[in-house]
């Protein structure tokens, strides 16, 4: 009777140390961010934040663009649209949009998907 549950606790062990170490190790992942104001909504999608990369920009339900990022920090990110420069804090998850000098704020929720 010990020898089975050594083997089942081991088993379990092994299984969560597994487990573990694939949800840590993605092979994919993505991140929409979702943000909205009084009068606008925008779609980010990416799924690195580095200058070599480009996300997916949706303003106000159009066709989505692909926007080369201009600048990328620790925790934040600028690009720019039109006639429009964006600055998005990744730890207030919010998004500032400079446009002829008139600044509007974005509140933003993030959803990510990992596989």
Do not use: D, P
């Not at 010990?2 to 089942?8: A, S």
């Not at 606008?40 to 080369?68: D, H, M, P, V």
């Not at 920090?73 to 600028?78: A, D, G, P, R």
């Amino acid at each position: 009777m010990r020898k089975e549950v050594f083997l089942t606790i081991t088993a379990v062990i092994i299984l969560g140390i597994v487990l573990f170490f694939m949800m840590q190790n993605t092979r994919y992942e993505s991140n929409l961010l979702i943000c909205k104001h009084t009068e606008n909504n925008l779609k980010i999608t990416y799924t690195q934040l580095t200058e070599e990369q480009t996300i997916s920009f949706e303003k106000n339900g159009q066709a989505s663009k692909r926007l080369s990022l201009s600048r990328v920090e620790k925790n934040s990110i600028q690009f720019e649209y039109k006639s429009s420069k964006y600055k998005l804090n990744l730890n207030r998850l919010n998004i500032i949009e400079t446009l002829n000098g008139e600044i509007s704020i974005y509140a933003c929720q993030l959803r990510k998907f990992k596989m």
